[in-house]
């Protein structure tokens, strides 16, 4: 595939993702911004147990991981927009 073409679908994934987090009113652990951005998100929302959260979304066999009250995701390329449309649906 080529990594230049997985560091660039990994990107795609995890801008999709920030947008829809930010919609739903988490806020994230540090600004994203694409030139600087990793295939890591991390996001929390005031009055929402990350540990709840995680936990229901691995009941959906989705991976996720809860780290000091954040959310943590790490989306790769092989994943697809509608799979992040449906994490971000799961969301409270």
Known sequence: ???ERIGEGVLNLVEHLV???ERK???LYREWDRSSGSGILSFQKDGVDSRI????LKDQKVQA???QSWIRFSPH???S???M???LEMLP
Do not use: C, K, L
């Open 19 to 21: 947008r829809g987090v």
């Open 65 to 67: 991981a809860p780290r």
């Open 53 to 56: 959260v995680v936990s229901r």
């Open 77 to 79: 390329f092989y994943q």
């Open 81 to 83: 927009f509608e799979e």
């Open 25 to 27: 009113g988490y806020r």
């Open 1 to 3: 595939v080529g990594v």
């Open 85 to 87: 449309d449906r994490v």
